[in-house]
């Protein structure tokens, strides 16, 4: 068999044919891999907000890079992140945006993204989970973005002068949710040189204030002057996506507390309660009338935020492929890949196999390994294909056609591949399979 190392049509230099390029556009919007139609989802989407921009620029870099002999490659759009903004910006109407870009912007680099994002208008700040985070963040953003606020969600505590300086330092807005950390902070002054935002528990029972220190919070605002007061104030929903659930039920209460008690405390602050879940469900919680801005993550990236959500226009910004390294017929009574685990049975699914530079280390959940039908799947030679056996570290057996080549690249990521989906196989969210990209997987950004 001839050995075919085929680039991936996403990365093809473009032709000058106008014709050509509207189809090489379409095939990437719909059909980056596969040869299919462009599906009617991503027709609509394009329908609505337009082609994504793509620049002479990009173009030639795109057509610059050369993945022969690459096992597999992370292809990250920036023209699909800024559309998502976009789309989200439409969504959300008056409310302000912050993007959370911590955990590597949920494995899509978080100096990327945010130097992307800073660009972007109605975007409030930049949400990051610790110190370092925020460090790596503000290193990436220009001189003129300073006033971009980046906030620090969980890493700035326990208060000492030590976080202090580090926030200073490097422009971060620290979230203080204890206690402890609020008065350290206000008995060494930080209100006076820091930008900050306090959390208070509502019911989820993670981090934040209790209900119980609400009054003494008050309090002290009401000691200081406005400029000192707190950027935001903020909850978080356990079940965004239930807006009738008694918990929810039970944040809201507790939050309009909040907002009447410190309504004349702290009038500038921001008030925040939702992620991309709230702000699907908008309508049911009056959002726009309860806060002012949504903290959004998943749906940026272009996951809806709950299986079988509306997609309301976002697109996936990650694409992950590999490659076929090598292909086999397969007969009844074949076992494929460590411990026989996957059996070939007479009248199999699976009459040739393809295995994919693609493994554990790089990434690829484990549970999605299958014995039948049961395990992950690939967009391979234009459909679904199954994981055939176990996942190993370096490599990852699926099924394919009789057509299907070395050379030739499977989506494991992407428009294809639901994230819902594939999460539900492995036993887990799409979150957890977005940010757990190894570095082996070299990431190709346009
Ligand atoms: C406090 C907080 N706000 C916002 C978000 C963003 O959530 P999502 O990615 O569902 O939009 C998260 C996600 O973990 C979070 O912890």
């Given at each position: 068999?001839?050995?075919?190392?085929?680039?991936?049509?996403?990365?093809?230099?473009?032709?000058?044919?106008?014709?050509?390029r509207e189809k090489t556009r379409s095939n990437e919007l719909g059909d980056s891999v596969g040869g299919s139609q462009e599906s009617t989802l991503i027709r609509k989407i394009r329908e609505k907000f337009g082609t994504p921009l793509e620049s002479a620029e990009s173009d030639a870099k795109k057509a610059a890079v050369d993945l022969r002999g690459r096992r597999a490659v992370m292809e990250l759009r920036a023209d699909r992140l800024v559309h998502n903004i976009r789309a989200l910006r439409e969504l959300s109407g008056q409310l302000e945006i912050l993007p959370m870009v911590k955990a590597n912007a949920y494995g899509h680099g978080a100096q990327w993204v945010s130097r992307i994002l800073a660009q972007q208008t109605g975007i409030c700040?930049?949400?990051?989970?610790?110190?370092?985070?925020?460090?790596?963040?503000?290193?990436?953003?220009?001189?003129?973005?300073?006033?971009?606020?980046?906030?620090?969600?969980?890493?700035?505590?326990?208060?000492?002068?030590?976080?202090?300086?580090?926030?200073?330092?490097?422009?971060?807005?620290?979230?203080?949710?204890?206690?402890?950390?609020?008065?350290?902070?206000?008995?060494?002054?930080?209100?006076?040189?820091?930008?900050?935002?306090?959390?208070?528990?509502?019911?989820?029972?993670?981090?934040?204030?209790?209900?119980?220190?609400?009054?003494?919070?008050?309090?002290?605002?009401?000691?200081?002057?406005?400029?000192?007061?707190?950027?935001?104030?903020?909850?978080?929903?356990?079940?965004?996506?239930?807006?009738?659930?008694?918990?929810?039920?039970?944040?809201?209460?507790?939050?309009?507390?909040?907002?009447?008690?410190?309504?004349?405390?702290?009038?500038?602050?921001?008030?925040?309660?939702?992620?991309?879940?709230?702000?699907?469900?908008?309508?049911?919680?009056?959002?726009?009338?309860?806060?002012?801005?949504?903290?959004?993550?998943?749906?940026?990236?272009?996951?809806?935020?709950?299986?079988?959500?509306?997609?309301?226009?976002?697109?996936?910004?990650?694409?992950?492929?590999?490659?076929?390294?090598?292909?086999?017929?397969?007969?009844?009574?074949?076992?494929?890949?460590?411990?026989?685990?996957?059996?070939?049975?007479?009248?199999?699914?699976?009459?040739?196999?393809?295995?994919?530079?693609?493994?554990?280390?790089?990434?690829?959940?484990?549970?999605?390994?299958?014995?039948?039908?049961?395990?992950?799947?690939?967009?391979?030679?234009?459909?679904?294909?199954?994981?055939?056996?176990?996942?190993?570290?370096?490599?990852?057996?699926?099924?394919?056609?009789?057509?299907?080549?070395?050379?030739?690249?499977?989506?494991?990521?992407?428009?294809?591949?639901?994230?819902?989906?594939?999460?539900?196989?492995?036993?887990?969210?799409?979150?957890?399979?977005?940010?757990?990209?190894?570095?082996?997987?070299?990431?190709?950004?346009?």
């Amino acid at each position: 068999m001839t050995v075919k190392k085929r680039t991936p049509p996403f990365l093809e230099k473009k032709t000058a044919s106008p014709s050509d390029r509207e189809k090489t556009r379409s095939n990437e919007l719909g059909d980056s891999v596969g040869g299919s139609q462009e599906s009617t989802l991503i027709r609509k989407i394009r329908e609505k907000f337009g082609t994504p921009l793509e620049s002479a620029e990009s173009d030639a870099k795109k057509a610059a890079v050369d993945l022969r002999g690459r096992r597999a490659v992370m292809e990250l759009r920036a023209d699909r992140l800024v559309h998502n903004i976009r789309a989200l910006r439409e969504l959300s109407g008056q409310l302000e945006i912050l993007p959370m870009v911590k955990a590597n912007a949920y494995g899509h680099g978080a100096q990327w993204v945010s130097r992307i994002l800073a660009q972007q208008t109605g975007i409030c700040g930049l949400g990051v989970a610790s110190l370092e985070e925020g460090r790596e963040v503000r290193r990436s953003l220009k001189d003129s973005q300073r006033t971009l606020r980046v906030v620090v969600f969980s890493g700035a505590s326990p208060w000492t002068e030590e976080v202090g300086q580090f926030c200073e330092a490097y422009g971060l807005s620290p979230v203080l949710y204890t206690e402890e950390d609020f008065l350290s902070f206000l008995r060494q002054g930080w209100q006076k040189r820091l930008s900050y935002e306090l959390k208070f528990n509502t019911g989820m029972n993670r981090l934040g204030f209790g209900m119980g220190f609400l009054s003494r919070v008050k309090r002290e605002l009401e000691k200081m002057p406005a400029e000192h007061h707190p950027a935001g104030v903020m909850t978080h929903l356990a079940c965004g996506d239930q807006p009738e659930h008694a918990l929810t039920r039970q944040q809201l209460d507790h939050y309009s507390v909040i907002r009447r008690e410190l309504a004349n405390a702290a009038p500038s602050a921001r008030y925040s309660l939702g992620a991309s879940s709230a702000l699907w469900n908008q309508k049911q919680f009056r959002l726009s009338e309860i806060s002012d801005h949504v903290r959004l993550g998943l749906s940026l990236y272009g996951v809806p935020p709950w299986k079988g959500a509306p997609l309301r226009g976002i697109l996936p910004v990650m694409t992950v492929k590999a490659q076929v390294l090598q292909k086999r017929a397969l007969k009844s009574g074949d076992l494929v890949g460590y411990d026989g685990a996957f059996r070939v049975t007479q009248g199999s699914f699976a009459q040739h196999m393809a295995v994919l530079g693609l493994g554990y280390a790089d990434g690829v959940n484990r549970h999605l390994s299958g014995k039948s039908q049961d395990g992950g799947y690939v967009w391979l030679g234009g459909r679904e294909e199954r994981v055939l056996g176990r996942v190993s570290m370096d490599l990852t057996s699926v099924s394919c056609s009789a057509s299907v080549e070395v050379g030739d690249w499977a989506e494991w990521v992407g428009d294809h591949v639901d994230h819902w989906a594939q999460a539900e196989n492995a036993g887990t969210i799409p979150y957890d399979l977005l940010t757990c990209w190894s570095d082996r997987v070299e990431r190709i950004t346009n």
